[in-house]
């Protein structure tokens, strides 16, 4: 699977950005997609899961903030983030996990001003 994101930038806090994350190569709508984050200094960190089956999970700082696509039918996958926070300021990357594999995406910058 090859991933590719986009749709990072600069926003203010407060605003919203969609990243999009468009795989090539295999259907994914087996596959658990997921958007991790690395902001400077710091190790990449879980943002939001989707399971085939629709399920999600989120991480605690993103709840009610974030929120994912589905994927069985539809691609590319989004990332919708609304309120965005200084603290959400990082590179977002989507993945594309399989049982046997995970796949990565390049990556897209965010920052967020206050």
């Known amino acids: 699977v090859q991933l590719q994101a986009s749709g990072g930038g600069l926003v203010q806090a407060g605003g919203s950005l969609r990243l999009s994350c468009a795989a090539s190569?295999?259907?994914?709508?087996?596959?658990?997609m997921a958007w991790f984050r690395q902001a400077p200094g710091k190790e990449r960190e879980f943002v939001v899961g989707?399971?085939?089956?629709?399920?999600?999970a989120y991480a605690d700082s993103v709840k009610g903030r974030f929120t994912i696509s589905e994927h069985v039918t539809k691609n590319p996958v989004y990332l919708q983030m609304n309120n965005l926070k200084p603290e959400d300021t990082a590179v977002y990357y989507c993945?594309?996990?399989?049982?046997?594999?995970?796949?990565w995406g390049q990556g897209t910058e965010v920052t967020v001003s206050s």
């Open positions: 993945s594309a996990e399989t049982p046997n594999k995970v796949y």
């Open positions: 190569g295999r259907p994914i709508s087996r596959c658990t």
């Open positions: 989707i399971r085939w089956s629709g399920s999600t």
